[in-house]
């Protein structure tokens, strides 16, 4: 069991470029979400899918955050056009859930964003 | 929604001292968490523990469901131990509500 990873780990762009993390979730997993973190705060809940499906999006912060995950495996967040206020670590979570399962999520290391 | 209420916000010890975290929630959930937050981000799982009392080596923790809170004991600290501790809830089958945290800093 290898645990959730993202990449990049450290993101530095330049406002107005767009940017594009991935994320692995636990493989038997079925649920992978998305958390946004700044500073002294804790996360703040994004997005999640269930295998292939996006069950929640109305939480992405604005029509320039947009995540898929085409195979029900792996992720993508994209921020278009970023500004310095999405400045943040972006974390991203998986479990299996199932309705005798408890919905325990596990996390990766993050990636940390910083824009110019 | 739920609000999640994280008590002290910082911490500062000795090595050695013992520890008690707490975390108020205002409505009933299914899902109750705690993690550590390591000094590179890191969230590591301490416990899933909606309801009940569990214990693992140093660190055990309480949730009184009934009562809406949970309790985070950490034994003859470590400088290791030193981070946020986070608790989050969960009302929904999704999404973790989270509070603020606790800042501990144990001293060598």
């Known amino acids: 069991d290898t645990g959730v990873s993202q990449d990049p780990r450290h993101k530095i762009t330049k406002r107005g470029q767009n940017v594009t993390f991935r994320c692995d979730p636990i493989?038997?997993?079925?649920?992978l979400y998305w958390y946004r973190q700044t500073l002294g705060q804790g996360p703040e809940f994004l997005t999640y899918?269930?295998?292939?499906?996006?069950?929640?999006k109305s939480r992405l912060l604005s029509d320039r955050f947009s995540a898929e995950r085409p195979k029900g495996s792996f992720s993508t967040l994209e921020i278009q056009r970023t500004e310095q206020g999405d400045s943040a670590m972006y974390l991203c979570a998986s479990s299996w859930t199932s309705p005798t399962a408890r919905n325990e999520q596990f996390f990766g290391p993050g990636t940390r964003l910083t824009v110019l | 929604g739920i609000q999640v209420e994280q008590s002290p916000p910082d911490l500062i010890l000795q090595e050695g001292a013992n520890s008690t975290l707490r975390c108020n929630f205002s409505d009933s959930v299914n899902n109750l968490q705690w993690f550590h937050q390591n000094p590179w981000g890191q969230l590591i799982n301490l416990f899933y523990i909606p309801s009940g009392t569990k214990q693992n080596g140093r660190l055990s923790a309480t949730t009184v469901a009934t009562e809406r809170y949970s309790l985070l004991y950490i034994s003859s600290s470590q400088t290791t131990d030193s981070g946020v501790y986070f608790c989050?809830?969960?009302?929904?089958?999704?999404?973790?509500?989270w509070g603020a945290g606790t800042k501990l800093i144990i001293k060598p």
């Open positions: 989050a809830v969960g009302e929904s089958n999704y999404q973790l509500i």
């Open positions: 899918f269930q295998n292939e499906a996006q069950l929640e």
């Open positions: 493989s038997e997993h079925n649920r």
